[in-house]
C-alpha cells in the first residue's frame, strides 16, 4: 500500500462517513480527504463501532447496515510488524510526554501504528495524533 493508492482512517471518520446525516459537512469533509484513495481501518476501529451500536442498543436493522459499511474497508489485523510498530510508538510518546503514550489512548495508538507500519497517512479530526514523528496525518479543516 502507498499513500498515494491508500489512507487509513480513525474511528471517528468512519463514525462521520457512517452517520453522514448528522453532520454532512464532516462527511463531505472526510469523503474529500479520501479522495479515490483505498480506505483501511484498524482492528480497533471495527471493535470500537461494534462496541458502539451494542452500547446504543441499535437493533438488528442498524447493526446490519453498521457491518455493510465495515465490509467495504480494508482492515488491518495485528501481526508481528504492527506489534513492534505500536510498541515502539508507546515508547517514544512516553519518552517525549505525548499524549499517545498514555494507556487512556491505546485504541487511537493502534490506528497511529496502523497507518505508519503501512506507510500511508492518516485522516482524523482527533488532536491527538498532531506532532508524532513519523506519522502523516491529515485534519480536514473545519
Not at 457512517?18 to 454532512?24: E, V
Not at 510498530?85 to 499524549?99: D, I, N, Q, V, Y
Amino acid at each position: 500500500m502507498t499513500a498515494s493508492t491508500s489512507v487509513v482512517v480513525d474511528t471517528m471518520v468512519v463514525s462521520a462517513l457512517l452517520h453522514a446525516g448528522r453532520d454532512p459537512g464532516a462527511s463531505a469533509r472526510y469523503r474529500s480527504a479520501i479522495d479515490s484513495r483505498t480506505v483501511v481501518v484498524s482492528f480497533v476501529t471495527v471493535t470500537e463501532m461494534r462496541f458502539g451500536a451494542i452500547k446504543a442498543g441499535w437493533g438488528e436493522i442498524r447493526r446490519r447496515s453498521l457491518e455493510r459499511v465495515l465490509g467495504g474497508l480494508v482492515v488491518v489485523q495485528p501481526d508481528d510488524d504492527l506489534m513492534r510498530t505500536c510498541a515502539e510508538l508507546r515508547a517514544s510518546c512516553l519518552a517525549a510526554g505525548h499524549a499517545l503514550g498514555q494507556k487512556v489512548h491505546e485504541a487511537d495508538r493502534w490506528i497511529a501504528a496502523t497507518a505508519m507500519a503501512l506507510g500511508v497517512h492518516l485522516i482524523s479530526g482527533d488532536a491527538v495524533f498532531e506532532h508524532v514523528p513519523g506519522l502523516v496525518v491529515h485534519r480536514p479543516s473545519t
